[in-house]
C-alpha cells in the first residue's frame, strides 16, 4: 500500500475509533452549547436569481407499498414536477410553535439534532422559460425555490445522447452545522444525514416515475468544481459528496458511457451570489478537516452507468397486508421523528414479521431504494426487543448477509442462534430485561427502550476499507442512513413512528455481541415504537409566510 494511501487508511481508522462514545467519556465535543452561534438552518445564495417553485399541495400518488414493485408513467420534466420532486424530499414538512419557544421547522428529510448539514444543487438544461440553457441550481428549501448560480451552455446534457429528459443533483456537506453541537463525531452524522438525502430523493423520483443513480468516478476535487463550491473557504464551506442522476427510464439506451470531457464542461466560469454567513463565531474541529481529505475520492474516467433498472417481485404471499393502500406522498410528508415513545404500547407479531420480511428482502437483494448502490455492505441488523407479542424481551439478530456460519463463529458462542420466524434468518440469541440495558447504551436515553424495539446496524467494516479504500468510509455510513430512510417511512406506513439514534456507546454495543475487532461495527441505531403527543406543540404550514417574503423578494430585486 502507497504511502499516502496508508496514511489515509490510518487516519479514517484514528477518526473512527477516537469519536466513538464510551461509557467513561463521550467523544470530545463542545462542553456547551453556544446558542449565540448555532448555525442559521438554510444556506442561501445571497444576490443570486431565484426561480420560485409553486407549492401544490394534496396531489395524488402512488400507494407507498408499490414504489418499486409497480411501473409509474413518468412524468415530463418542468417547473411543476421538479417543484413536487424537491417538495417531497428536501422541503419544509411542517413549523412547529410551543409556549415559549420560537417556532423551529422540519424537513421532509430528517437531519441529526435538525441542524441539517446538507445541501442540495441541480444541473438542468432547462427550467421555467430557458428552454435551451443549461444552468447550475442551488435549491433553497426556505423559500421553495432555485437560485441560480451559474449558466453553463446550450443544452449540455442532451450531448449525454440520453433519449428522455434528465437532470443532475449534485449533494455537498456543511460540517459546521453538525460540529457545532456534536463536535468530533459530527462527521459522522453528516453522512448518516446524506444517507438519509439519497432515500428521499430516490422515493420523490420514484413516484414521478423516475429513477435515481449514483455516479460514481467523479472524483471530489471534480464535483466540488461542477457544483461552483471549490472556492469556498472557513469552517462554513461546504464540502462535495456525491453526484446523481434522475431520469425516466431509458429503455432505448440502457447504459451509458461519460468521458471527463462531458463533466468538465458542466465547471462553472462564473458564480452568481454568495453564500450567507450561518454564524458570527466558529469553535475549531481539525480532525475533522482530517477525516474528510482522507475520504476524497478521485476520479476515474471513463464512468459506465447501468440504466436499466428492473421493478421488484412481489413475494407478497408469504406475509400479511403487503398493500397498506397508503398514498406515498402522504406517508412521505408526515413523517417525524417520534420525542418520545409510549413503554406501554405493544407491537403486533404479523407487524413485526412484515417489516423484518422487508428489510431481509430489500438488503440482501439490493431492491429499491437500496438498488443505488453496487454492493450491500450491512451484514446484519441487531434487534433489542421490548414490547412484541410472543416474543420474549432479549436480544435478536436479522442475517443479511449469505454467510451465516460465519456469522455465528463470529459472534458470543453461548447465544441461543433460535429461529424466529422461518424461513426468515431472524434468531433469538439471548433473553434479558431490556429496558435498563438498552436505556444504558443508547447514551441513556428512555426512548430506545420505550418504544417496541430499537436496532443496530452492523456493516462490514475492516474488509470493506480494505478492500476499496478509504473514500468507501462514507458509503457504509451513506447506506446505514439509507435504512433510516426506509425504517422512518416503513413505521409511517403501519401508524407508528421511529427515530434515529446517533448517539450510542459503540463497544457496549459491540460487547453483547461479542465481537472484539473491527471486522465488524455497528454504525447506526434505531428506534420505532407509538409515539406519546405533545398537546402544547403546534403544527404550522411549512410555507404559510412565502407569499409575503416572496414579494419582498422581487420587490428588492426590482
Known amino acids: 500500500m502507497e504511502k499516502s494511501l496508508e496514511n489515509r487508511y490510518l487516519a479514517v481508522f484514528d477518526y473512527h475509533e477516537r469519536t466513538k462514545h464510551r461509557l467513561q467519556a463521550y467523544a470530545p465535543s463542545p462542553m456547551f452549547l453556544d446558542w449565540e452561534n448555532e448555525p442559521f438552518l438554510f444556506r442561501v ?28 408513467d413518468p412524468h415530463p420534466i418542468s417547473i411543476e414536477s421538479i417543484s413536487l420532486f424537491l417538495l417531497d424530499s428536501l422541503a419544509i414538512s411542517a413549523w412547529k410553535s410551543a409556549p ?32 435551451t440553457q443549461t444552468a447550475l441550481y442551488h ?56 444517507g438519509h438525502v439519497l432515500g428521499t430523493i430516490s422515493y420523490a423520483a420514484a413516484m414521478l416515475g423516475w429513477n435515481t443513480y449514483i455516479i460514481e468516478g467523479v472524483g471530489t476535487e471534480l464535483l466540488g468544481s461542477i457544483l461552483g463550491i471549490a472556492s469556498q473557504r472557513g469552517m462554513e ?75 421488484s ?29 409510549d413503554n406501554k404500547a405493544w407491537l403486533d407479531k404479523d407487524h413485526f414479521r412484515l417489516l423484518l420480511h422487508k428489510i431481509k428482502s430489500t438488503l440482501s ?21 421490548n414490547r412484541i407479542e410472543g416474543l420474549p424481551r432479549g436480544l435478536y439478530l436479522l442475517n443479511i448477509s449469505s454467510d451465516l456460519a460465519r456469522i455465528t463463529q463470529m459472534l458470543d458462542q453461548d ?25 444504558t447504551i443508547h447514551c441513556h436515553q428512555s426512548i430506545a427502550s420505550n418504544g417496541f424495539f430499537s436496532l443496530g446496524i452492523i456493516v462490514e467494516f475492516e474488509k470493506s476499507l480494505q478492500l476499496l479504500g478509504p473514500t468507501v468510509y462514507r458509503e457504509l455510513f451513506w447506506q ?27 463497544d457496549e454495543c459491540h460487547r453483547l455481541l461479542g465481537i472484539n475487532d473491527k471486522q465488524w461495527q455497528s454504525l447506526y441505531h434505531f428506534t420505532i415504537g407509538k409515539e406519546i403527543i405533545d398537546e402544547r406543540i403546534q403544527k404550522i404550514d411549512p410555507y404559510f409566510f412565502l407569499e409575503k417574503i416572496r414579494k419582498e423578494l422581487v420587490n428588492n430585486r426590482s
Open 313 to 341: 417481485q412481489n413475494d407478497s404471499q408469504s406475509i400479511p397486508s403487503f398493500d397498506r393502500k397508503v398514498a406515498a406522498r402522504e406517508i412521505i410528508r408526515r413523517r417525524r421523528s417520534a420525542q418520545a415513545m
Open 480 to 506: 446505514c442512513g439509507l435504512l433510516g430512510q426506509f425504517l422512518y417511512l416503513e413505521a409511517e406506513a403501519s401508524g407508528f413512528r421511529g427515530t434515529g439514534i446517533g448517539c450510542f456507546f459503540d
Open 45 to 72: 445564495y445571497e444576490g443570486a436569481f431565484k426561480i420560485f417553485l409553486p407549492i401544490l399541495k394534496e396531489i395524488p400518488s402512488p400507494s407507498f407499498d408499490s414504489l418499486g414493485y409497480k411501473s409509474i
Open 139 to 194: 435549491y433553497c428549501a426556505l423559500y421553495h425555490c432555485l437560485e441560480k448560480r451559474a449558466i453553463l451552455g446550450k443544452n449540455l446534457l442532451r450531448e449525454w445522447g440520453l433519449t428522455n429528459q434528465f437532470f443532475l443533483v449534485g449533494i455537498s456537506s456543511i460540517f459546521w452545522r453538525e460540529s457545532w453541537k456534536y463536535g468530533e463525531r459530527a462527521y459522522r452524522y453528516c453522512q448518516l444525514d446524506i
Open 415 to 439: 447465544f441461543l442462534w433460535e429461529i424466529i420466524f422461518a424461513p426468515l434468518p431472524f434468531f433469538f440469541l439471548k433473553p434479558f430485561r431490556t429496558d435498563l440495558i438498552v436505556q
Open 237 to 311: 464551506k461546504e464540502y462535495p459528496e456525491i453526484l446523481l442522476l434522475i431520469s425516466p427510464p431509458q429503455k432505448k439506451k440502457p447504459q451509458l458511457f461519460l468521458t471527463e470531457e462531458k463533466f468538465e464542461k458542466l465547471i462553472p466560469q462564473m458564480l452568481f451570489g454568495l453564500p450567507n454567513r450561518l454564524s458570527k463565531e466558529h469553535f475549531p474541529w481539525p480532525v475533522i478537516e482530517t477525516i474528510s481529505e482522507a475520504c476524497q475520492q478521485a476520479s476515474s474516467f471513463p464512468i459506465a452507468i447501468q440504466l436499466d433498472k428492473e421493478l
Open 100 to 131: 415559549g419557544l420560537t417556532p423551529w421547522s422540519l424537513r421532509i428529510n430528517p437531519s441529526s439534532g435538525n441542524l441539517h448539514p446538507t445541501e442540495v444543487y441541480l444541473l438542468l438544461d432547462a427550467i421555467g422559460n430557458e428552454e
Open 365 to 385: 437483494n439490493r431492491k429499491f431504494p437500496f438498488d443505488l448502490f453496487r454492493e450491500n455492505f450491512i451484514v446484519a441488523l441487531l434487534f433489542f426487543v
